[in-house]
T-cell receptor, first 115, second 114 residues
Framework: DGGITQSPKYLFRKEGQNVTLSCEQN?????MYWYRQDPGQGLRLIYY???????QKGDIAEGYSVSREKKESFPLTVTSAQKNPTAFYLC??????????????FGDGTRLSIL | AQSVTQLDSHVSVSEGTPVLLRCNYS??????LFWYVQHPNKGLQLLLK??????LVKGINGFEAEFKKSETSFHLTKPSAHMSDAAEYFC????????????FGTGTSLTVIP
């Protein structure tokens, strides 16, 4: 079955540590997205990529970094510069959005906590 | 600018009674609108979408929504609630003038009382 796989499901970060969240999709989608979800808030866009080797900052990119070396993969690194990283992180993908209003498909998320 | 307002943060209904989750949007251009459902510790699942075709949109699990341009609303309804409907629901707007970026509401938590 096609879908989006996020790993790990739970992740713990120590002070001063960078951690990387994995996102893989086999839907052959061009566009991929990372969102952060905090209790009582909607999803906020961290980064997005519409094509391999290209990505754009979203609304809350500070303290995060991404890469898009393969169409299927869009890992997110939470750096030590992100002072409040505790949240639920969701990865999504869609058909390239520039020419269509297609829905985004979501993975099951990674919950990041601080030790 | 695009934005979404979900008018109720929490809604409680009894099993078997109708569900109404309210959503108002703001968009400079003809928007696309979506409803997603999220169960605890899970990702978002698409319920239905409106993309300038029929104004009454039918989705999965018996849900439907009506696009009302004059009221800038896209409320989600279901005739009869089931216990499995208890979840968080998100209304989302996107439009071509912002590269089809998604703008999420803050969510409505639906409780179904047996």
């Amino acid at each position: 079955d096609g879908g989006i796989t996020q790993s790990p499901k739970y992740l713990f970060r120590k002070e001063g540590q960078n951690v990387t969240l994995s996102c893989e999709q086999n839907l052959n989608h061009d566009a991929m997205y990372w969102y952060r979800q905090d209790p009582g808030q909607g999803l906020r866009l961290i980064y997005y990529s519409q094509i391999v080797n290209d990505f754009q900052k979203g609304d809350i990119a500070e303290g995060y970094s991404v890469s898009r070396e393969k169409k299927e993969s869009f890992p997110l690194t939470v750096t030590s510069a992100q002072k409040n990283p505790t949240a639920f992180y969701l990865c999504a993908s869609s058909i390239r959005p520039v020419y269509s209003n297609q829905p985004q498909h979501f993975g099951d998320g990674t919950r990041l906590s601080i030790l | 600018a695009q934005s979404v307002t979900q008018l109720d943060s929490h809604v409680s209904v009894s099993e078997g009674t109708p569900v109404l989750l309210r959503c108002n949007y703001s968009s400079s251009y003809s928007p696309s609108l979506f409803w997603y459902v999220q169960h605890p510790n899970k990702g978002l699942q698409l319920l239905l979408k409106y993309t300038s075709a029929a104004t009454l949109v039918k989705g999965i699990n018996g849900f439907e929504a009506e696009f009302k341009k004059s009221e800038t609303s896209f409320h989600l309804t279901k005739p009869s609630a089931h216990m499995s409907d208890a979840a968080e629901y998100f209304c989302v707007v996107s439009s071509p003038n912002t590269g089809n970026q998604f703008y999420f509401g803050t969510g409505t938590s639906l409780t179904v009382i047996p």
